[in-house]
């Protein structure tokens, strides 16, 4: 059964009427009309930005010469997951932010807008169908640990390249976070899926199984000839505080994960979160959402500090969050054996930004108590990388795989890797760059040497 | 305040020089009324004729870079209305907009008969002048009438001899642009005793295909014929056929300006090559009779801030600067100069001069010479770029300035000059072409072959 026959593609009615899209899709004529205003930049700005290279100004010439499909098959060429970036992709700080326009003061062009426009089409028409999956048919074999972007990136590059190809993923469905873990108004399951059909469509196997558990990596090295480590990060970090584990406690990304895939996940009352990044974000945004009276974020520096976009910030802001500067939480507090508030300690920063970030320092005696129904941490994702690069001998670079940035080898060279276990945590089409990057580095490794010419 | 009243074959008097052309605008009485209600000082009746019956469709255009209509394509004949009832309505329009010029485009079968009945009827109606439609270049030509007359000179002067023999108001010939030489048409409606010249009617065209059918637009059942092309597309042919005829010493008369007129700089245009009023059709059709309110508008304001108090004292001022190739002075020299400050940083001058035009302009700041653009654009491709991570990777944020390695540099010295990157640069006064070498005396190509150079 494929994942398309479970239920889960079905969007859930509850997130539809709640998650209305943050960025609804452009009909023909305003994509016509948009598309129209690109200047077509020679040697692209916009292009140079964004981490897979997209042809920017050529797919939306073609949009705007009604070559639709052509425009889709330019998008696709160097990003598989075309689909997911063009609506999860943070657009003001890539492509967009480096429109030209900015400076002819005119608003720069709505470019995901119109790759969803384009890949919209392209899945509408049931065009996947006639995409040139394998351009030369070569003999490698590949295994890709984990099934994220990162992973469906390099595979399907590696099929087109000839190559063949197994993801493998300990989750039922794959996708990663595209299908877990992304706000449900940016992308929907149901699309995650389908881009993981199409990449399947390409002769990709899948296989639903733990590598190093239920498969032996030792298994993977005798099968395959090389193998893509794109494992993402692992659970998020605890807060080490007691009461973590009282009923009304729930992680991030669990959490988001729940609200996308069960209908009868609800939220009530007070809301705190705790944490200052894009995910704390998303989690408080869907708390108001699916039913919260108040939603209070924590972060223990202050907005400067705040590692997360400011688009972000400010659309929370409209969300109805409230948010709360420099205090960290020392408790969760219960009652009747379940979370009924959080004690924080008031911090001061210590130290200039020159370089890092400040010091966090608790001030001394400084508590205070807000009276709360659930507990949201999220305080960034753990690495899970100890074991399996610890046998196969693969360098770390503090917690995340070091690796040669443009090919993704890591220091065993049977092994490349790419995505959040790599860079730490950025951003889907970060992912996908570096997952092609490294297919492409695998097909040229895995190329017969030419015989020594003599002579 | 300028004066917009004109003058036109000494009779013709109109409070602005702006005329709707023959055409759907100006169909019947009670679009006229409304016209000049909006602000026309005149119109040329819709021609008349024996009336004809239409096809649907009609009209085919051309739309560019998301603008609809920048060429229209009409395969329409004359009027389809009974004769009689037009000259009522021109009758009743005249008795209740005197100051008004209404003129009456005809078109009959070519007989000196039916040409005195029409004259002798239509100025009986009351109109101020006549037109001649000797340029429909579809339909009535394959009876003998419109382009048939007018791409042959001595037709044109034979049926404006017979209609000069009867009339008693200015009559215009309006010309063809479908020929080889507008000027020989021109001369012989002069010999014919024509007042004025109308210029230009519609340019003969196919606008297009539909490319599931097959079937050029516009469709009528399955098929479709070649029509009349006009809108802002041909102006510059407009501009050129009308300089050719005011230039010409054996036509001398009076124009009326037709092609492409869409606001009060294309009217300015006409007129500095000569045009005495303006007809316009398809922008009328496109936005209705409201636009004439920013031409006489523009035009004043213009008029005022160049001094001009009346149309008679600019029309024809371009017309000694036009001159032959063979005149031109050879020693001037301009080069591109492009402004760091206001530069976007597109490149898209520095594309066009590699692949468009001299190869002359450079990416490389300062610096040695710059690479081809295919290197520089693969060079781009191959660089890893990430998304920047919030907060930490804010000094990145571009700080609203073109990266200075974006802002392409002309090597003066190779620039020929040619303007091809400044017609191109989407910022308005980024790249200025600056004369060079001033004061080198001028030499033309025929001065240089005289000197044997
Ligand atoms: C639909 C249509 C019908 C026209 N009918 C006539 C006509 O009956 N007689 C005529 O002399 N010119 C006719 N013309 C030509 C216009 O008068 C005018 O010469 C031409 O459209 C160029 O002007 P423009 O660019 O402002 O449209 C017609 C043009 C159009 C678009
Ligand atoms: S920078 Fe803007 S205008 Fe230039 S090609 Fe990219 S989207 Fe188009
Ligand atoms: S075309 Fe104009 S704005 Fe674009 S790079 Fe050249 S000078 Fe700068």
């Known amino acids: 059964m494929s994942p398309a026959d479970k239920g889960h593609i079905q969007p859930l009615a509850r997130n539809l009427r709640q998650f209305p899209e943050l960025h609804p899709p452009l009909d023909s004529n305003a994509a016509l009309a948009e598309a129209n205003r690109c200047l077509f930049c020679f040697d692209a700005p916009c292009t140079a930005a964004c981490p897979t290279h997209i042809d920017v100004p050529r797919f939306i010439k073609k949009i705007s010469t009604g070559n639709l499909r052509g425009s889709a098959l330019t998008i696709l060429d160097a990003n598989i997951l075309g689909l997911s970036c063009s609506r999860v992709c943070p657009v003001a700080v890539l492509c967009e932010g480096a429109c030209v326009l900015h400076r002819y003061n005119q608003k720069p062009i709505e470019i995901g807008r119109l790759q969803r426009f384009a890949m919209d089409r392209f899945y509408e028409d049931g065009a996947p169908a006639g995409f040139a999956a394998v351009v030369s048919p070569r003999t490698g074999r590949v295994a890709c640990i984990g099934g994220g972007p990162a992973s469906l990136a390099c595979a399907a590059e590696l099929r087109r390249q000839g190559h063949r190809v197994t993801i493998f993923d300990n989750r039922p469905l794959p996708g990663g976070l595209n299908t877990y873990g992304v706000a449900e108004y940016k992308l929907r399951p149901a699309d995650s899926l389908r881009e993981v059909e199409f990449v399947r469509s390409l002769g990709v196997e899948f296989q639903h199984a733990e590598v190093g558990t239920l498969v032996p990596i030792e298994q993977l090295e005798n099968e395959y000839d090389l193998i893509f480590i794109g494992i993402g990060l692992g659970a998020m970090w605890k807060l080490g505080i007691p009461g973590e584990d009282l009923p009304g406690v729930i992680d991030a990304l669990r959490f988001i994960e729940r609200y996308k895939t069960a209908e009868d996940f609800t939220v009530n009352g007070r809301v705190v979160v705790i944490g200052g990044g894009n995910t704390a974000i998303d989690a408080a945004n869907a708390a108001r959402r699916l039913g919260a009276r108040e939603v209070h974020l924590v972060y223990r520096r202050t907005e400067r500090q705040m590692p997360a976009f400011s688009f972000e910030y400010h659309h929370s802001k409209v969300e109805g969050v ?111 760059a570096d997952g092609r990057r490294a297919a492409l580095a695998m097909t040229l490794r895995m190329e017969p040497k030419p015989e020594a010419v003599h002579g | ?284 059709m496109h936005y209705g009779y409201r636009i004439v309110e920013d031409m006489a508008d523009g035009l004043s304001h213009w008029m005022d801030g160049k001094g001009f108090r009346s149309i008679a004292d600019f029309r024809g001022l371009s017309l000694t600067r036009i001159t032959e190739w063979k005149h031109l002075n050879l020693n001037y020299q301009i080069v591109a100069r492009i402004n760091r400050e206001t530069c976007i940083g597109c490149d898209l001058c520095y594309v066009a001069c590699w692949d468009g035009a001299h190869q002359c302009i450079h990416l490389d700041g300062e610096g040695a010479k710059g690479a081809l653009p295919a290197a520089m654009e693969a060079a781009s491709r191959a660089r890893i770029s990430t998304t920047p991570i919030a907060t930490l990777d804010a000094s990145r944020a571009l700080d609203g300035r073109t990266p200075p390695e974006r802002i392409p540099r002309v090597d003066e010295a190779e620039c020929v000059g040619c303007n091809l990157c400044w017609l191109v640069c989407p910022v308005e006064g980024c790249i200025t072409m600056a004369e060079v070498g001033a004061g080198r005396p001028s030499q033309s190509w025929d001065e240089r072959t005289a000197a044997g150079g």
């Open chain 2, 1 to 284: 305040m300028a004066d917009l009243n004109t003058v036109f074959a000494g009779a013709i008097r109109t409070p602005n020089p702006f005329w709707l052309a023959s055409g759907p605008p100006t169909n019947s009485g009670e679009q006229v009324m409304r016209a000049f209600d909006a602000g026309w000082g005149g119109a040329v009746w819709k021609t008349i004729g024996e009336p004809i019956v239409n096809t649907s469709s009609r009209y085919s255009s051309v739309d560019w870079n998301g603008q609809r209509m920048m060429g229209l394509n009409n395969i329409e004949l004359i009027s389809d209305r009974p004769i009689e009832v037009n000259l009522r309505e021109i009758a009743e329009v005249k008795k209740r907009y005197p100051r008004h010029a209404v003129i009456a485009s005809l078109m009959v079968e070519s007989t000196r008969e039916a040409w005195h009945d029409i004259v002798k009827r239509t100025e009986d109606a009351g109109a101020d002048g006549l037109e001649l439609n000797f340029g429909c270049p579809h339909g009535m030509s394959e009876r003998g009438m419109g382009a048939a007359v007018g791409q042959v000179p001595e037709y044109s002067c034979m049926i404006t001899e017979w209609v000069k023999e009867v009339a008693r108001t200015p009559v215009l010939v309006k010309l063809t642009p479908n020929v080889t030489d507008i000027r020989a048409v021109a001369r012989a409606a002069r010999r014919g005793g024509a007042d004025g010249l109308s210029a230009i009617n519609t340019i003969n065209s196919i606008t297009g295909i539909d490319l599931d059918t097959f079937t050029p637009r516009p469709n009528v059942g399955g098929s479709s014929a070649h029509g009349g092309y006009c809108g802002p597309a041909v102006k510059p042919i407009a501009l050129h056929l009308v300089q050719q005829i005011a230039s010409d010493p054996e036509v001398g008369l009076p124009i009326s300006g037709i092609g492409g007129i869409a606001g009060w700089r294309e009217a300015a245009e006409f007129i500095l090559l000569g045009a005495t009023t303006l007809q316009v059709c398809t922008a009328a």
């Open chain 1, 322 to 432: 409230r948010f709360h500067w420099l205090a960290q939480p020392v408790e969760i507090v219960a009652a009747d054996g379940r979370v009924a508030g959080v004690k924080f300690i008031e911090t001061r920063l210590a130290g200039s930004d020159s370089g890092g970030r400040p010091e966090v320092i608790p001030v001394a005696g400084s508590y205070f108590e807000l009276p709360c129904d659930l507990v949201i941490p999220a305080l960034g994702q753990s690495r899970f990388l100890g074991s399996l690069c610890e046998s196969r001998g693969i360098r770390l670079n503090g917690r995340s795989i070091a690796v040669d940035r443009p090919t993704g080898e890591t220091s065993n060279p049977r092994y490349y890797a790419g995505g959040d276990c790599v860079n730490g945590g950025r951003e889907v089409v970060d992912a996908v």
